[in-house]
């Protein structure tokens, strides 16, 4: 529940930022450890279309779960 909650709040975020007019594509996810494994959900559960200039994740793991 933790990671979707922290899902929830980075979407407000991003939605907050391309409002102002910034592209979503020059937009990077960056994280270390724990960051990293957010970084990698944020993107693996964006909307279909909606892709980030680019994720950098160091020292992370993939959590496999629904993906839906």
């Known amino acids: 529940q933790g ?3 922290t899902r ?3 979407d407000k ?7 102002t007019g910034w592209p979503i594509n ?3 996810l960056l ?3 724990d960051g990293a494994v957010v970084a990698v959900d944020q993107a693996l559960h964006s ?3 909606l ?3 680019g ?7 993939v959590l496999f779960c629904n993906l839906r």
């Not at 994720?55 to 793991?61: D, G, K, M, R």
């Open 3 to 5: 990671l979707k909650r």
């Open 8 to 10: 929830v709040q980075l």
């Open 13 to 19: 975020l991003l939605v907050q930022l391309c409002a």
């Open 26 to 28: 020059r937009v990077f």
């Open 31 to 33: 994280g270390f450890s």
């Open 47 to 49: 909307p279909s279309g």
């Open 51 to 53: 892709r980030f200039g």
């Open 55 to 61: 994720i950098v994740a160091c020292t992370s793991l």
